[in-house]
């Protein structure tokens, strides 16, 4: 676990993934709380799923392509969303890049940072980035196009559907499925059979692989290699990512059907925590550090929490702006 030298990290690089993994916490700690203090409508949790996120994006490339889903945060924050990007959305201001206020929370996008915009059914991000990986391989591009989803989505027709047409065409297109063992209140033992997921890569002909989603290396090295295949003519991947999902599924879910026992063993599986530990061990980091680093997300958190509540919201006037094509009625 944790086996940086071997695929050409330095400590460096795990101090970086490690900041980017602590302020995707941080951002969504705060969500947290400003739900429960009634601010904020609704919010999906990455917490547990930082460690895959930031691996995965720190091997993606400028030009590349994601279409990631509602629990990528960590990821999004990473590839160039910024904290007070992410905080107008969950407010619902006008300044709101993804939709001007007026989209449910977690719908991600940034288009000059290649961050597809998603629907609120789940799985439809797939069939987005396989036609982006189609449109990069026809035009020649030395990008790949990738995108995420929760074990229950790999159940969903676009799932098959988009893998499929990723697999015959060869594209240079890696799917991550962030297993976190529930879709919502149902576990994975009533979701599917097969004791991997990353199996189906067969039936797809694509490679495929599970990896510890806890280990931001290990899924560094996956993604790293995913791309170089999907560039060098060697097709799609498809990586399941097992993770942990420490929260509930959202702000508006109650998980009883968790046992007690059970929700608190996952706090020995925080991968935050866990890579903390390692890099103190290591030397790589020390305690002065992590108190610098506290001190300076704090600051981001609050600068973006207090400029995205003075933000203003829409104006009634725009309810209809970009739903309906205007100058297309006959008033004659």
């Not at 899924?219 to 991947?237: H, I, P, V």
């Not at 400029?307 to 006037?317: L, R």
Request: charged share 25%.
């Amino acid at each position: 676990m944790f086996d940086y030298k071997s695929v050409g990290l330095d400590k460096t690089d795990l101090q970086t993934m490690y900041k980017w993994m602590d302020l995707g916490r941080k951002i969504d700690e705060r969500m947290w709380l400003l739900n429960r203090a009634g601010k904020i409508p609704f919010v999906i949790s990455c917490q547990g799923q930082e460690a895959a996120q930031i691996g995965m994006a720190y091997a993606m490339q400028e030009g590349d392509i994601s279409s990631p889903y509602y629990r990528d945060l960590a990821l999004v924050t990473y590839l160039g969303m910024t904290p007070l990007e992410s905080m107008l959305a969950a407010f619902g201001k006008k300044d709101d890049i993804s939709s001007g206020g007026k989209q449910m929370p977690s719908h991600f996008s940034k288009r000059e940072k290649g961050i597809l915009s998603q629907s609120s059914p789940v799985g439809t991000q797939i069939i987005h980035a396989v036609g982006a990986a189609l449109s990069l391989k026809m035009d020649g591009k030395s990008n790949i196009a990738m995108t995420t989803v929760g074990e229950g989505s790999s159940n969903q027709g676009d799932f098959h559907e988009g893998l499929n047409f990723a697999g015959v065409h060869k594209l240079p297109f890696i799917c991550v499925i962030e297993n976190n063992k529930y879709a919502i209140s149902v576990p994975d033992s009533l979701q599917y059979g097969a004791e991997k997921l990353s199996d189906r890569a067969i039936g797809y002909g694509m490679h495929g692989e599970t990896v510890d989603g806890n280990d931001p290396i290990a899924m560094y090295k996956a993604m790293k290699e995913a791309r170089e295949r999907g560039l060098n003519g060697g097709g799609s991947t498809l990586i399941e990512a097992m993770c942990t999902r420490l929260t509930a599924h959202s702000s508006d879910d109650d998980d009883k059907y968790r046992s007690k026992e059970e929700r608190d063993e996952l706090k020995s599986l925080d991968c935050n925590i866990k890579f903390k530990e390692f890099l103190l061990e290591e030397g790589v980091i020390d305690n002065n550090w992590l108190d610098e680093i506290e001190k300076e997300h704090k600051e981001i958190v609050n600068k973006a929490t207090k400029e995205a509540e003075k933000a203003p919201y829409p104006s009634p006037e725009e309810t209809y702006t970009h739903v309906y094509e205007e100058g297309s009625l006959n008033n004659g």
